[in-house]
């Protein structure tokens, strides 16, 4: 390993927290599954970290089930109770909304595309998407597209019903 | 002539096209507009796509964060959330009045003093605790965590400053009246003897007022993103920690007059999954108004009847002990079918 695991951390940690918070919905889950990753790169130093990190995060988060997933997003809304962190009502409420919204969206997707989406969000190449999740480079394409289509539409569906909802 | 596919639209999308096919995908392009219109949609698809990803920010930090690695189970990072409430708990300097003695205040001010409001028939309080009630010695953290965290010392500490008073004592039923934003309040008295905790029990009291406060609308939020499928959302949370639950017919009535009053603080749904060793569990179709823990229980409270249906659960050394009872006026099959709901 060429970088420093200081260095690797500063490079990759908030891409690490943020990719896992989409995928859990659990700020506290992300920070320590990021953490438990690092650690292990500690022990064990990856030749390509980035790639490495992403996996291994992917791993852990597969490994422990979708049932902090489903918690962390109550969660979440659970913590705008906090008054330190409460906005004006409205605005955050249908921000609030709107995210749950993408979230119930993104649950439409298989793990496989899901994560692909979020790997590319983070600004990842075909490479490294199809490095990260054991995939073939040129299936890096469909996968995306198949999830960005099923995405797209699952959001839309959910705006139509909300929008029917407030009309009746 | 064959048309492009999606791989190949998305990877034009995306800049991942080899230079060495991009001449003859663009020409195939020019020509068909078939495969022009399906790359816009392409391009509208990942556009969509992306920007509905970059909305899910994360939040800024609940509260002061150490980056500390995990252990299994029980501590690491998730015991800070148990340790920040037991904290506040042994703050407040609450004591609890010990549950072995009938508690023999009028039901009605018994009941505003403590969240959990027993349902009656008669007279007769109506709970369904599925497991016998636990001595208030039981309700105190337990060794092993205590040595992890001092707040079973604190909390003894507290117990012993706040003996147990006399059922008739003034005093007792006005802070019985008052709950626990009364409580401090009531010992601004000794401020004296003890400025520093005065502050900060004044403090946490305030900040309990503002989330009651704050409670209500998150609920309604909640409500509105969860209801669809409640049961959905926490099906497989449940650990197999948990007892069985019993049949109704093993009832204990008596278990209000035995319930002690440890003091309890408002949690997030985390700080109670935290408190129970990840084993909470909720009613299936309701939404709860809030959640309230001691060192080793919790309370999931929900509106009901105009008073509260309150979920119990307490924790002891192998096992998470669960009690539902209901608010005054709900029937006993009622309790029944929210006791077989709860997941």
Not at chain 1, 18 to 45: K, N
Not at chain 2, 147 to 155: D, I, M, S
Not at chain 2, 275 to 302: C, F, W
């Amino acid at each position: 390993m060429t970088d420093s695991l200081a260095e690797l951390f500063a490079q990759y940690h908030p891409s690490l927290v943020r990719m896992l918070y989409r995928r859990t919905g659990d700020r506290d889950r992300a920070e320590e599954i990021a953490q438990e990753v690092f650690a292990r790169a500690a022990v064990a130093p990856p030749r390509n970290p980035r790639p490495w990190l992403f996996a291994v995060a992917l791993n852990l988060v597969r490994e422990q089930g979708r049932t902090a997933t489903r918690r962390g997003r109550i969660l979440e809304l659970y913590r705008a109770e906090r008054p330190n962190q409460a906005p004006p009502a409205d605005v955050e409420l249908e921000r609030t909304e709107k995210i749950e919204r993408v979230r119930r969206a993104l649950d439409t997707l298989t793990d496989r595309d899901r994560e692909a989406l979020l790997l590319k969000a983070e600004g990842f190449s075909y490479d490294d998407i199809a490095e990260t999740l054991g995939l073939a480079k040129g299936a890096i394409g469909t996968t995306l597209g198949r999830a960005r289509r099923r995405l797209a539409k699952a959001y839309r569906a959910s705006e139509e019903e909300r929008e029917a909802d407030a009309a009746s | 002539m064959q048309h492009l596919d999606e791989g190949i639209l998305n990877a034009l999308v995306d800049g991942e096209v080899p230079s060495s096919e991009l001449e003859s995908i663009q020409a195939h392009l020019d020509a068909c507009s078939e495969c022009r219109a399906r790359l816009n949609e392409t391009r509208a698809f990942a556009d969509e796509s992306e920007g509905l990803v970059e909305l899910i920010e994360v939040p800024p930090p609940s509260k002061p964060s150490a980056h500390v690695i995990p252990g299994p189970g029980w501590g690491g990072g998730r015991f800070r959330n148990l340790a920040w409430a037991a904290t506040v708990v042994a703050a407040l300097g609450i004591g609890y009045i010990t549950g072995t003695r009938p508690f023999t205040a009028p039901q009605d001010v018994a009941f505003r003093q403590t969240p959990v409001v027993g349902g009656t028939v008669g007279d007769q309080p109506v709970t369904d605790d599925l497991q016998p009630a636990a001595s208030s010695e039981e309700d105190r953290a337990t060794p092993d965590r205590a040595a992890e965290t001092g707040v079973g010392e604190r909390l003894a500490d507290t117990d012993t400053r706040n003996a147990p008073t006399a059922p008739g004592d003034p005093e007792m039923a006005r802070r019985q009246d008052t709950g626990p934003v009364g409580l401090a309040d009531a010992r601004a008295n000794e401020a004296e003897q003890a400025p520093a905790t005065r502050q900060v029990t004044t403090g946490d009291a305030r900040e309990g007022a503002r989330r009651e406060r704050a409670a209500a609308p998150v609920a309604a939020e909640v409500a509105k993103v969860a209801a669809p499928s409640p049961t959905a959302l926490l099906e497989s949370q449940a650990s197999g920690q948990v007892r069985a639950l019993v049949a109704a017919d093993e009832v204990q009535p008596q278990t209000v007059a035995r319930r002690s009053t440890i003091a309890f603080v408002t949690v997030t749904l985390k700080e109670a999954s935290t408190v129970l060793g990840g084993s909470l569990r909720l009613i299936d179709g309701l939404i709860p108004d809030r959640l309230e823990a001691s060192a080793s229980t919790v309370r999931v409270i929900y509106p009901m009847m105009g008073g509260e249906l309150v979920l119990e659960q307490r924790r002891d050394a192998h096992s998470v002990i669960v009690s539902l009872t209901g608010p005054t006026g709900l029937s006993p099959d009622s309790l029944a079918v929210l006791r077989s709901r709860i997941r």
